[in-house]
């Protein structure tokens, strides 16, 4: 993940962007149509061509990415 932003709906909602990157030191490359998911839920969606997302959140939940 990377350079997410939190902007507050209300005190329990956040929706919550940002973009999904490799782990690469040097330069993190963008994860295309990555898969971001809320934990133990069915709530998530898709991050687009260039990797970035966005999603509701409540407060303490968990996201969970993954890409094939």
Known sequence: LHDAL???IDSNLVQFS???VTDQKNEPLPIPYAHVGVENTRR???ADRN???SLVVQKGD???F???
């Open 44 to 46: 998530g969606t898709y």
């Open 18 to 20: 940002g973009m999904v």
């Open 6 to 8: 939190p902007i507050y």
């Open 51 to 53: 990797g970035f997302f």
């Open 62 to 64: 968990k996201l969970v």
């Open 66 to 68: 993954s890409a094939v």
